[in-house]
Nanobody, 123 residues
Framework: QVLLVESGGGLVQAGGSLRLSCAAS????????MGWFRQAPGKEREFVAA???????LYGDSVKGRFTISSDNAKNTVYLQMNSLKLEDTTVYYC?????????????????WGQGTQVTVSS
């Protein structure tokens, strides 16, 4: 069983930055793909970023150039650095782990999810 715990969400002004963290326990996540998704009320869960076991990264079009995903294998933690935040970035962010090496942008490929952390961007 893999347990994921997100932290780092909060309230920030537009143009500001936040760093989300996702701490994993129960498995060595460096062997798997990790992803960040976000979901607004009434909408599907949207791909934000992913990193695989060799450090390759992918980003959703809406965050490319503003967000950076990284990992610290020693801490079993993956991060999402979010810069130049916009009002439309406001929502709940989830981290997830894919143990079967599926498509990193597909939410259905992920096996375990965290509880989510709220990010609110104000004007």
């Amino acid at each position: 069983q893999v347990l994921l715990v997100e932290s780092g969400g909060g309230l920030v002004q537009a143009g500001g930055s936040l760093r989300l963290s996702c701490a994993a326990s129960g498995s060595t996540f460096s062997n798997y793909g990790m992803g960040w998704f976000r979901q607004a009320p009434g909408k599907e869960r949207e791909f934000v970023a992913a990193i695989n076991k060799i450090g390759l990264t992918l980003y959703g079009d809406s965050v490319k150039g503003r967000f950076t995903i990284s990992s610290d294998n020693a801490k079993n933690t993956v991060y999402l650095q979010m810069n130049s935040l916009k009002l439309e970035d406001t929502t709940v962010y989830y981290c997830a782990v894919d143990v079967h090496y599926g498509s990193p942008t597909n939410r259905l490929a992920y096996d375990y999810w965290g509880q989510g952390t709220q990010v609110t961007v104000s004007s």
